[in-house]
């Protein structure tokens, strides 16, 4: 069995050598660090975590020296980090949101970058039983240390959002029950909930049926993007979980509608 400073090193090595050269794929430092595809999955996993490096499709790149924010209207990328590995206040949200889950919780989880942010903080939860829509969601869980169980929605592939959609999804999700449902927004309308610039809403409203607690994870920024599409209403949403961006009025209207706000600081205050 390799002791964990040997771990450490060939962790350490693999960072400098993606800094190096780049992009690189699983199978090239499996070959280069002479282990199995398996172990480099879960050093990408883990060294992903830690902020050293980005997880992409079969592979990593470096991080960027000076990131750059996402835009929050910009679709989930094949690296579903993208903004919680920029963005402190995005990682804060999904960290928040992770603290909800208990060991053994069923789970769903729908696209979208400020929903991917919660993935790196369940790796420390065990048996948990995950469904996604989102394959770079699925491909994240399946590669970390405590795998849970995952299940994949089915149906069609939408390149807007990166993710599964249409009645085969909406069949399937409904299916199951889940403990929790973790839902992105597009934009937020103070007075009537989360809404979407497209008609892709079923199986979002899928997932919400299917869940005993519907916990919403978006930006303050999003209460300024109010779309034409009702998605969740607010008396679907058990939870909202924002940062501080958030003005006391519209946290006060949003509660006199039946939503606990929770407010993710940076700081962890």
């Known amino acids: 069995m390799k002791s964990s400073k040997s771990v450490e090193h060939r962790r350490q090595q693999i960072v400098a050598w993606v800094k190096a050269h780049g992009q690189s794929q699983v199978e090239d430092l499996a070959v280069r660090f002479a282990t199995s595809e398996v172990t480099i999955r879960k050093d990408l996993a883990a060294l ?50 992770a603290s909800l889950v208990k060991p053994g919780s069923k789970l769903v989880i729908d696209c979208g970058s400020t929903t991917a942010s919660v993935l790196p903080h369940l790796a420390k939860i065990d ?44 069949q399937l999700v409904s299916a199951y029950s889940f403990d929790i449902a973790f839902i992105g927004a597009a934009g937020i309308d103070v007075n009537r909930g989360t809404t979407t610039f497209n008609e892709l809403i079923g199986v979002t409203r899928a997932m919400a049926e299917a869940a005993s607690k519907v916990v919403v994870l978006a ?44 407010i993710a600081a940076p700081s962890g205050e």
């Open 219 to 262: 930006s303050s920024k999003k209460l300024t993007h109010k779309m034409p599409n009702l998605e969740l209403s607010w008396k679907n949403i058990t939870v909202l979980i924002t940062d501080e961006g958030i003005s006391d009025e519209d946290k006060f209207n949003i509660e006199n509608q039946g939503v606990t706000v929770l």
């Open 127 to 170: 048996d948990l039983v995950v469904m996604t829509n989102t394959l770079s969601t699925a491909n994240y869980l399946t590669q970390s240390d405590k795998e849970p169980t995952v299940l994949m929605v089915g149906g069609t592939w939408d390149a807007q959002s990166q993710s599964f959609q249409g009645a085969m999804a909406e």
């Open 48 to 97: 992903s975590q830690q902020g050293l490096l980005i997880r992409q499709f079969g592979g990593a790149v470096p991080v960027p020296d000076t990131g750059v924010i996402s835009d929050p209207l910009e679709p989930i990328t094949s690296d579903p980090f993208a903004n919680s590995t920029t963005s402190p206040s995005i990682n804060a949200i999904g960290q928040l949101a």
